[in-house]
């Protein structure tokens, strides 16, 4: 059993994000960059089936900038047995179209049964990339996943869908993503951190990967317009004086609120 | 076949489990409306397809194409997927309106997948201009506008749900049937449904006009009936910050924030929320934004239209009869 969890770098949401008005792109320089938690999650889905599993292999892959090499190494402290980093400089403006063909690619070129990832991420909060890499690697989708448990040849859970929840099964190979109703990852230790020093860290660009990230046959989707949003004013603050709901409901009046 | 608009934008319609049309409908027409014709796909039983195409005229949709099948019981995303390429191919549309909900999401990824088309996800508006349809999105908790587009055939867009304003206009009902060849492409199956999300006589939060949020400040499950008597008052939806959840004052689908729902309410009340930045991301988008939280340095209150430093064990109780007040 081969499961490939995939997982992302984000700016630390504790901090200030910011975008680069010119580029548009993600100002590392801003914020603290930290391993999305909802990618822990997925990792330890899949940790937690190769601790009783002897079989099971655990693969994370990212694609990502070169820099966040560090944050894809945690997978491996935390008990991946092998990275995949997909980087190269043609693809830091990738769209979701190109983001996944790209994964797809080397998620094939890797071999899998199982792909694990995080429901949203933190910071583009897409919540496509799993559902296109299925209908790219020809497998079922199985989404939003709440519990999930992994069999030989099958994967199931329960899934909180927007008007019901469900249980629901895929035969493998199979993409699924979960919700953070999983449980907290376990804490990489120092033998971890250790041994993930030794453990194979493969990095592969569009090329090795048979991408061409600026073919203009395909259509794109791109950036036409980017600015920042005057921060919200504060309005009005008021201490309560013993009249407080009144005044919100005057507020709420006037605005036709209420 | 049939001729459409050249302008035609194909919306994906969105039904509640008991096959009625969901609230999304109306956003998703409306947009549609003002960037082009809306066309409607809607993935149906077929007893239910001819009250949902008069539904969806009513709603705005210029014409209905109906899939009717029961495959969606059964299996998860590729029947919609299908019939959405069946009727692309057909319509040949400028672009590809879908609810951003889970289930949307993910017909929309495969669909972008399936047939190359670029996707634009979240998207808080729609417009045209000379080059073709862009779409608006407010990323990064709203700390940001950007727009997107295609650079060349249709765009797929998921819409966020509830933040558009616009309406389209009734249309007399035109429903065509559509064929739909199976794609054969393997799908997850669906078991059992457990549980129809709770129907309450309150308004769903996902795409509620208003909104009424608690947090940890209101300190127990029995306190929190609070937050759900001024939502009555006003008529709104239910929210809750994740630290009250985590709580367990309120079951997890009220959590607004980055990883529960995001909303764009006329009007949202933050009562005992501070604000974390993890909330912000999900509501700051909403046109007026009441707190109230005894704490004066709560984080919520910069982004408030009129914020009460107060308990809200006194204020709140004060507001709903004055509202009460009002309505007599």
């Excluded at chain 2, 999300?197 to 947090?215: C, I, K, N, Q, Y």
């Amino acid at each position: 059993m081969k499961i490939i969890v995939l997982v992302k770098e984000v700016p630390d949401t504790y901090g200030e994000r910011k975008l680069d008005l010119e580029t548009g792109l993600a100002d590392r320089a801003a914020s603290e960059a930290v391993l999305d938690e909802i990618s822990e999650r997925a990792l330890e889905v899949a940790l937690a089936y190769a601790d009783s599993h002897d079989d099971a292999e655990v693969v994370v892959m990212s694609m990502a900038a070169e820099s966040a090499a560090a944050t894809i190494r945690k997978g491996l402290a935390m008990g991946a047995a092998s990275a995949v980093h997909i980087t190269d400089p043609g693809l830091a403006a990738a769209d979701l179209g190109l983001t996944a063909r790209t994964l797809a690619v080397a998620i094939r070129r890797t071999g899998f049964d199982l792909v694990i990832t995080g429901n949203l991420s933190t910071d583009g909060s897409g919540g496509v990339v799993p559902a296109m890499l299925a209908e790219l690697l020809e497998v079922p989708n199985a989404t939003a996943l709440s519990s999930v448990e992994i069999a030989a040849g099958s994967v199931s859970g329960t899934r909180n869908a927007d008007g019901a929840t469900m249980r629901v099964s895929a035969r493998l190979p199979a993409v699924i993503s979960i919700t953070e109703a999983l449980p907290d990852a376990r804490f990489p230790n120092f033998k971890g951190i250790m041994a993930a020093k030794k453990k194979p860290f493969e990095t592969l660009s569009a090329a090795d990967l048979g991408i061409e990230p600026h073919d203009l046959s395909v259509a794109v989707s791109i950036m036409t317009a980017i600015a920042e949003k005057p921060p919200r004013a504060a309005g009005v603050k008021i201490t309560d004086e013993g009249d407080g709901g009144t005044r919100i409901a005057e507020f709420l009046i006037e605005n036709r609120l209420a | 076949m049939t001729d459409y608009p050249a302008d035609s934008i194909l919306v994906l319609l969105e039904t509640t489990p008991n096959g009625e049309l969901a609230t999304s409908a109306a956003g998703l027409l409306g947009a549609a409306s003002r960037i082009g014709t809306p066309v409607a796909l809607a993935v149906i039983a077929p007893s239910q397809a001819q009250a949902l195409a008069e539904q969806a005229a009513a709603t705005g949709a210029e014409r209905v194409l109906v899939f009717e099948t029961n495959s969606t019981q059964a299996e998860l995303t590729i029947p919609h997927v299908d019939a959405l390429a069946a009727a692309a191919a057909v319509v040949v549309p400028h672009a590809v309106l879908i609810s951003n909900s889970i289930d949307g999401r993910d017909i929309a990824g495969r669909f972008a997948a399936r047939t190359s088309a670029p996707i634009a996800v979240d998207a808080i508006g729609v417009s045209r201009d000379d080059e073709g349809i862009v779409a608006h999105h407010s990323v990064y908790g709203g700390a940001y506008n950007v727009d997107s587009a295609a650079t060349f055939g249709p765009l797929v867009v998921t819409v966020r749900q509830g933040a558009i304003d616009a309406r389209a206009e009734a249309r007399p009902v035109a429903l065509e049937s559509l064929e739909v060849p199976a794609s054969g492409a393997a799908s997850a199956a669906i078991e059992s449904v457990e549980a129809v999300t709770e129907t309450s006589s309150r308004p769903e939060l996902r795409g509620a006009t208003r909104v009424v949020s608690g947090g940890r400040g209101l300190g127990s499950a029995e306190k929190f009936a609070l937050v759900e008597d001024l939502a009555d008052a006003l008529g709104a939806a239910v929210g809750a910050s994740r630290a009250a959840v985590d709580a367990g004052y309120i079951p997890a689908n009220h959590q607004v924030g980055q990883t529960g729902v995001s909303v764009s309410p006329q009007l949202y009340i933050a009562l005992g929320i501070s604000g974390a930045i993890q909330h912000r991301t999900g509501m700051q988008t909403a046109k007026n934004i009441v707190a109230v939280n005894k704490d004066p340095d709560a984080p919520i209150f910069e982004v408030a239209d009129f914020g009460v430093v107060g308990d809200v064990f006194t204020v709140v109780p004060q507001l709903i009869s004055a509202l009460a007040e009002r309505k007599r």
